[in-house]
């Protein structure tokens, strides 16, 4: 086993309370407190969440439901991004980039005085735009790439108005919906494919899969994750702008007039890739697709939450470096240019 012992300075920090930050907190905390009861110790890292939106005391009660439809609480510690507070140690062990690809420059200017060289990043962000900033700006960054599906119920969301006055017994519940179980790869960005497994990254790395691990994520390393973005990246390109621009959920994408739009969303992601010398994923493109489809059909997919939402999304994030790409090997994009232009316009 990788993981650390459980000194007090171990703590892990949240940055993002959407629907992955909920998840993996919720999750994470769940096993600790799991860990504790039947072993009176864990080797999981204490949790802190930050947002940017005030909540009513230092914590939050985070409701997951599973895809089983079992209900998990956790108590989880939170926290403003512009003054962090909730944890003893003002140098994290590690932190989990969750917000958006658009706020990670924002953020990362907020968490720039608590960052050392050594602490450990992770980038969990869709697309392929917030890795590369990243990296220019730290060394020791790590990339997550997941099939996980989560949504936030409709009920409840990120908002909430501090109540300085508040007990324990009146914390903000926050509400998440584990979806649909997918695979999580973690890896250093610069290992390149050939990377010194002894390096710091590389060694937080392995740290950080026995924690989704424990949290029972499926999760492996990877010593190329850049590999894993692109695969990320065409999933993300086939399904997102498809089920935001039609405001349907995944498993819609299966019947018609969508599957055909799916199809030709894979035919265009696929040309791309194949001219950039990404490798194709052993079942196919078109397979992996619909099995990602199938395996989160009732989600409601995070850029269909942000156009609901009325928010930025992220589609330049996800369809601007397929754009670029096919741009410089001069392929045409027809469908997918066309949900650019439409999610690139103020959704009503």
């Not at 700006?137 to 790590?142: C, F, T, V």
């Not at 998440?176 to 250093?188: C, D, E, I, K, S």
Request: with cysteine; aromatic share 4%; hydrophobic share 40%.
């Amino acid at each position: 086993m990788h993981s650390m012992t459980d000194p007090e300075d171990n703590w892990l920090w949240i940055i993002g309370p959407g629907a992955i930050g909920r998840l993996l907190a919720a999750s994470l905390m769940a096993a600790r407190q799991r860990e504790l009861r039947e072993q009176g110790v864990s080797t999981l890292p204490r949790v802190l969440l930050l947002g940017r939106q005030a909540m009513a005391g230092q914590a939050v009660v985070l409701n997951m439901t599973t895809p089983e439809s079992h209900s998990v609480s956790a108590k989880i510690n939170y926290s403003t991004i512009d003054t962090p507070q909730g944890s003893p140690s003002k140098k994290p062990s590690a932190i989990w980039l969750t917000t958006k690809a658009h706020g990670v420059p924002g953020v990362w200017q907020q968490l720039a005085p608590h960052i050392t060289p050594e602490t450990s990043v992770t980038c969990w962000q869709n697309g392929l735009s917030a890795q590369p900033w990243l990296a220019e700006r730290h060394a020791n960054l790590i990339c997550a790439s997941t099939t996980e599906g989560a949504w936030l119920p409709a009920e409840t969301g990120a908002n909430a108005t501090p109540d300085t006055g508040s007990t324990a017994d009146e914390l903000q519940h926050l509400g998440v919906q584990h979806a649909g179980r997918g695979h999580t790869w973690l890896g250093a960005w610069q290992s390149g494919g050939d990377g010194d497994p002894d390096s710091q990254s590389n060694q937080a790395t392995l740290v950080q899969c026995d924690w989704l691990r424990a949290a029972e994520f499926a999760c492996e390393s990877t010593p190329d994750i850049q590999t894993r973005l692109w695969h990320k990246l065409a999933i993300n390109a086939a399904i997102n702008p498809l089920v935001a621009r039609y405001r349907i959920r995944n498993g819609q994408l299966r019947d018609r007039p969508f599957a055909p739009m799916v199809r030709q969303a894979v035919e265009e992601i696929s040309a791309v890739l194949n001219s950039e010398g990404i490798p194709a994923p052993g079942e196919g493109w078109q397979a992996l697709v619909e099995q990602v489809i199938r395996a989160t059909a009732n989600n409601r997919a995070s850029m269909l939450q942000d156009v609901l939402a009325g928010r930025p999304t992220e589609v330049e994030a996800i369809l601007g470096p397929l754009r670029r790409t096919a741009a410089r090997h001069g392929l045409a994009l027809p469908l997918l240019d066309d949900l650019y232009c439409q999610l690139s316009t103020p959704q009503r």
